[in-house]
């Protein structure tokens, strides 16, 4: 998939051209597109959790101060559970502890985990909780214009086959660390779909992480619109599920006359690398917004080929969103196998 005539950005350009969008963490530009008034059957919620801003909108008339506490209750749910910059978060303790050593999980921690795992295996490993020393390595060395040498690299801990799970306890072969950072917003977001049901239809954002539930209330479908890596939006898509993206030009560094992305491949140790065949973006529809995260970031690194092998699973390929000289784009939804 070649990227014609493609002009290699240095991070300065690059920071330029996306400076309009921030704080948006993901290359996937997300439009409403709705123009609700106070005539409009919705009522919006915003703020801000864990210094990220969030938009919902649900159905209107509604329990207001109903809403406002689960929704306040949910952000408080992920902060002590899952977030990592949390140090009397669950997951800290967890990455504090000592191989081999057993802590019985919370339901919480319990079934994301299991989603985690799911996702792994979807990826076929390319998707990897356990590779935040392996980016941080990469990132070290690159801001010195240089890359790690194979030694650093085969001393790091990585591998979520080091991460286990018996009646409810976890414990890690190897000293580990975790980082949900690229699932946590989704699985939040997922987690406040669900609670909110009862009030959809449900348009949820935090932080660019996109899930939607029914019509938009004038009967349409929900809207969102792709950035293209070049400028301006690519695609403007029907919405349904969850939607996340994964770029390879926010985050750029040379070293030794290569281009380097922030995305690692768990698989290779290796930075992926920005040239004419590498893909710029990665956008992903699914049921879950924490499936589409975990699958737009190894989409990044396994291309169409891994694309093509996940459509005879439980996650079926159904549309091709868009395909074409800078972006690989595909929409997955999941569904039951019995």
Same mark, same amino acid.
């Given at each position: 998939?070649?990227?014609?005539?493609?002009?290699? @950005?240095?991070?300065?350009?690059?920071?330029?051209?996306?400076?309009?969008?921030?704080?948006?963490? +993901?290359?996937?530009?997300?439009?409403?597109?709705?123009?609700?008034?106070?005539?409009?059957?919705?009522?919006?919620?915003?703020?801000?959790?864990?210094?990220?801003?969030?938009?919902? *909108?649900?159905?209107?008339?509604?329990?207001?101060?109903?809403?406002?506490?689960?929704?306040?209750?949910?952000?408080?749910?992920?902060?002590?559970?899952?977030?990592?910059?949390?140090?009397? =978060?669950? #997951?800290?303790?967890?990455? *504090?502890? @000592?191989?081999?050593?057993?802590?019985?999980?919370?339901?919480?921690?319990?079934?994301? +985990?299991?989603?985690?795992?799911?996702?792994?295996?979807?990826?076929?490993?390319?998707?990897?909780?356990?590779?935040?020393? *392996?980016?941080?390595?990469?990132?070290?060395?690159?801001?010195?214009?240089? #890359?790690?040498?194979?030694?650093?690299?085969?001393?790091?801990?990585?591998?979520?086959?080091?991460?286990?799970?018996?009646?409810?306890? +976890?414990?890690?072969?190897?000293?580990?660390?975790?980082?949900?950072?690229?699932?946590?917003?989704?699985?939040?977001?997922?987690?406040?779909?669900?609670?909110?049901?009862? $009030? &959809?239809?449900? $348009?949820?954002?935090?932080?660019?992480?996109?899930?939607?539930?029914?019509?938009? !209330?004038?009967?349409?479908?929900?809207?969102?619109?792709? *950035?293209?890596? %070049?400028?301006?939006?690519?695609?403007?898509?029907? @919405?349904?599920?969850?939607?996340?993206?994964?770029?390879? $030009?926010?985050?750029?560094?040379?070293?030794?006359?290569?281009?380097?992305?922030?995305?690692?491949?768990?698989?290779?140790?290796?930075?992926?690398?920005?040239?004419?065949?590498? #893909? &710029?973006?990665?956008?992903?529809?699914?049921?879950?917004?924490?499936?589409?995260?975990?699958?737009?970031?190894?989409?990044?690194?396994?291309?169409?080929?891994?694309?093509?092998?996940?459509? !005879?699973?439980?996650? %079926?390929?159904?549309?091709? #969103?868009?395909?074409? =000289?800078?972006?690989?784009?595909?929409? $997955?939804?999941?569904?039951?196998?019995?």
């Amino acid at each position: 998939m070649k990227r014609k005539g493609a002009k290699v @950005l240095r991070r300065k350009e690059i920071s330029s051209r996306l400076s309009t969008f921030a704080p948006l963490r +993901f290359i996937l530009f997300f439009s409403l597109l709705c123009s609700c008034t106070s005539q409009e059957p919705t009522r919006a919620f915003s703020g801000t959790a864990m210094g990220i801003p969030y938009q919902i *909108l649900t159905s209107n008339p509604c329990d207001q101060k109903a809403i406002e506490t689960l929704i306040a209750s949910t952000f408080e749910e992920i902060h002590q559970h899952s977030d990592n910059w949390n140090p009397d =978060s669950e #997951i800290t303790a967890l990455n *504090l502890l @000592l191989p081999n050593q057993r802590i019985p999980l919370s339901p919480h921690l319990l079934r994301l +985990f299991q989603e985690i795992d799911e996702a792994v295996n979807l990826s076929e490993g390319l998707f990897d909780p356990t590779i935040e020393p *392996l980016v941080t390595l990469w990132r070290e060395k690159l801001l010195l214009g240089t #890359i790690p040498s194979q030694e650093e690299l085969q001393q790091l801990s990585l591998g979520w086959q080091h991460v286990h799970i018996e009646n409810g306890q +976890f414990w890690k072969s190897a000293p580990i660390t975790l980082n949900f950072g690229g699932v946590a917003k989704g699985y939040c977001v997922d987690l406040l779909c669900e609670r909110l049901i009862p $009030y &959809a239809p449900l $348009y949820i954002c935090w932080g660019g992480e996109i899930r939607v539930v029914g019509q938009h !209330p004038t009967n349409r479908p929900w809207r969102c619109a792709l *950035l293209s890596p %070049e400028g301006g939006v690519a695609k403007v898509i029907d @919405l349904t599920g969850a939607i996340a993206t994964s770029g390879d $030009y926010y985050q750029l560094w040379e070293a030794e006359s290569t281009l380097y992305t922030h995305i690692c491949n768990p698989l290779t140790l290796n930075a992926l690398t920005v040239n004419n065949d590498s #893909i &710029a973006s990665a956008t992903i529809q699914a049921e879950t917004c924490l499936l589409a995260d975990a699958l737009a970031t190894a989409l990044m690194i396994g291309g169409e080929p891994l694309a093509q092998r996940l459509a !005879p699973r439980p996650i %079926e390929l159904l549309t091709r #969103i868009s395909c074409d =000289s800078y972006s690989l784009a595909v929409a $997955y939804d999941e569904r039951n196998t019995q």
